[in-house]
């Protein structure tokens, strides 16, 4: 069996409420349509969709022209010798499937064609969570995420999701983030909690300004739509589907709206279609919280941990959250202190995987002794920060899909009002998960709402991984319950998704994807 190489990275953006985003990142389709209250919205937001609706029902097939897909080697793509290379291209879809005049995207694909061309199955599309990151890097680096026997036998077909990555247009709202979120949350004052919500009120006016055109027109739903158009334009009458963390909530959209087409599926790490924006927020304040405990645990444990603390590491840690909300600490003159909201950045960017844990204690040991140079270094990773200093839009991407599919409280005063129970969740989460503002003040009407049921679909499979921060396993077994379907497989391990864990789960789901025999319902993998 082909080993998975560490380096693959299966990312969903999970955003500390308290940094600017909403109550849950893993978004789930739910809600009803809820307006701006009046005095909310800025007074540029002048942007709206129409009315909510939903329905569990397939969606007709877009009966338009079928556009076509130019596919071109990549440039600067390098194979070896039994290797085809990389083919690049873009395929134009429409704002919006009921009216194709108001405008287009020219979406970005890359497919990675299959290394057996004899005994091909056809194509597996490609999605590596968020909402926000393009998935074209998925298929380009598809060796890091999949099997030998998968690559071998699918062409692997990654596009960039409307709004994101090479996309065009794509969201762009602004191009620094420490301003946004470098300050310190959750807040103390008053004036502390208001410059949270004028920096929420800020980024939204930039969003507004910068992408106000495209920001009714990236949901989620509109996304499955293109993945029909992309099966479409690949000439398959059905199509496998693979996708990680936010990538499972499109896939149970997709198989939802589009069941017909549907060859295989795997949704690895999903989220609860049918919990509410609080529940999912709560399910992840908690899941953080208790892999955050384990890791505070082992260290205690250990004495080589480098934040060991004579076997006192929680103590140690709440202590430290303490001084550095008192006083946080400076790296560099033209960059944002180590605030506490840093700080809890950095401690969810290290709680997605186990292999981080060793680089967080190094960071801890050396906060607090007065350096937060790795806590900050932790913090630019999570932002997917470059060298060079500037950022990707993957932020702003996340942030205006979230808060289109499912906005969540609407209002300050709705915000406010959750924070008590976020703070009973996950005592040192919770708050930051509870102040979040952006999404309360969004300018677009909330987004059409499908009612993931998976009916029609066939057998889909459904990973949970008993260790998983972001996606709660508990979770994940509700994603599966709620697909008619749905396969429900769990991997023990700790770390966000769990294909490539071990040769069981990657044998399971190989079998399933290639042969069409899903594993039971209910099989662990140890």
């Not at 603390?309 to 600490?329: F, V």
Request: net charge negative; glycine share 8%.
């Amino acid at each position: 069996m082909h080993r998975l190489n560490n380096r693959r990275k299966l990312v969903v953006l999970i955003l500390l409420a308290g940094l600017l985003s909403t109550a849950c990142s893993e978004r789930v389709i739910i809600g009803s349509s809820k307006d701006i209250p009046d005095g909310k919205a800025s007074s540029s937001s002048a942007v709206s969709t129409t009315n909510t609706t939903s329905s569990s029902e397939p969606t007709p097939e877009f009966t338009a022209e079928i556009k076509k897909i130019n596919w071109k080697d990549c440039v600067g793509d390098v194979a070896d010798q039994s290797q085809l290379k990389n083919q690049c291209g873009r395929l134009e879809v429409p704002f919006d499937y009921d009216d194709p005049s108001i405008g287009s995207f020219k979406l970005f694909l890359i497919k990675k064609p299959a290394s057996d061309q004899t005994n091909r199955i056809g194509s597996m599309l490609v999605n590596p969570g968020g909402p926000g990151f393009g998935g074209s890097s998925v298929a380009k680096d598809a060796q890091y995420y999949f099997s030998d026997e998968l690559l071998q036998r699918f062409d692997i077909i990654g596009w960039d999701p409307r709004g994101t990555g090479d996309t065009t247009p794509a969201v762009d709202c602004i191009d620094q983030y420490d301003e946004y979120f470098g300050m310190d949350s959750p807040p103390d004052t008053p004036q502390e909690k208001q410059a949270i919500v004028d920096a929420s009120q800020k980024f939204n006016d930039q969003c507004v300004k910068n992408s106000g055109k495209i920001l009714p027109y990236i949901s989620t739903r509109s996304t499955a739509q293109d993945m029909d158009s992309i099966r479409r334009a690949l000439g398959e009458e059905k199509i496998s589907y693979f996708g990680f963390s936010y990538g499972s909530e499109l896939g149970a959209t997709w198989v939802t709206m589009f069941p017909n087409t549907v060859r295989a599926a795997v949704l690895d790490g999903a989220s609860d279609p049918n919990a509410t924006s609080l529940d999912q927020g709560l399910a992840q304040a908690k899941g953080f919280e208790m892999q955050l405990d384990s890791f505070l645990a082992k260290c205690s444990a250990r004495k080589s941990c480098a934040f060991h603390n004579n076997g006192n590491s929680a103590e140690a840690l709440d202590k430290l959250l303490l001084q550095i909300d008192l006083q946080p600490l400076v790296v560099a003159a033209d960059r944002t202190p180590v605030t506490q909201g840093v700080m809890f950045t950095a401690l969810a960017q290290s709680m997605y995987s186990d292999s981080l844990w060793p680089k967080l204690e190094t960071a801890l040991a050396d906060a607090a002794k007065g350096d937060g140079a790795g806590l900050l270094e932790l913090n630019d990773e999570y932002y997917q920060r470059k060298p060079n200093g500037t950022y990707g839009n993957e932020l702003e991407a996340f942030i205006a899909i979230s808060c289109l599919d499912d906005p969540g409280p609407i209002g300050i005063e709705a915000v406010d009002a959750q924070i008590p129970i976020f703070t009973k969740a996950a005592k040192r989460f919770g708050p930051g998960f509870g102040y979040g503002y952006s999404c309360a003040l969004w300018p677009v009407k909330q987004a059409k709402k499908v009612v993931v049921t998976g009916k029609g679909a066939g057998p889909v499979i459904v990973i949970g991984t008993t260790g998983d921060p972001a996606t709660p396993i508990e979770s994940s077994r509700n994603a599966a319950k709620a697909l008619e379907q749905g396969i429900f497989l769990t991997v023990k391990a700790d770390q966000h998704t769990g294909y490539g864990v071990n040769s069981c789960v990657v044998d399971a789901v190989d079998k399933y994807l290639i042969e069409l025999v899903a594993p039971p319902n209910g099989k662990v993998c140890e």
